[in-house]
């Protein structure tokens, strides 16, 4: 059973710089594609960014792109996003999900496996 826990969310200030953490366990992370989602209060989960496992090719979605990073580790399993130039509409509660599927998948109902997320709050 894969389990991911996130963490690294807070408070921090527009412009300022947060990176958040997935640590994955139940299978090795080099064997999974993950990514990273966002469910501000009253919208609908939105995709952020996503990577692939094997070649660890990446993808950012327009709202973040130049802005948020998303990365692997494979030695601590567990995948990152370095999020830089925070703007108050990036406050959410940001999930990690996962799938053993290979690609870069942008849609909720392509992973199975979920976090329980963190909160990131950007004030102005």
């Known amino acids: 059973q894969v389990q991911l826990v996130e963490s690294g969310g807070g408070l921090v200030q527009a412009g300022g710089s947060l990176r958040l953490s997935c640590v994955v366990s139940?299978?090795?992370?080099?064997?999974?594609?993950v990514s990273w989602f966002r469910q501000a209060p009253g919208k609908e989960r939105e995709f952020v960014a996503a990577i692939t496992w094997g070649t660890g090719r990446t993808s950012h979605s327009d709202p973040v792109k130049g802005r948020f990073t998303i990365s692997r580790d494979n030695a601590k399993n567990t995948v990152y996003i370095e999020m830089n130039s925070l703007k108050p509409e990036d406050t959410a509660v940001y999930h990690c999900a996962a799938t053993a599927n290979d690609g870069l998948f942008s849609r909720k109902l392509d992973y199975p496996y979920w976090g329980q997320g963190t909160q990131v709050t950007v004030s102005s």
């Open positions: 139940g299978r090795t992370v080099s064997r999974l594609s």
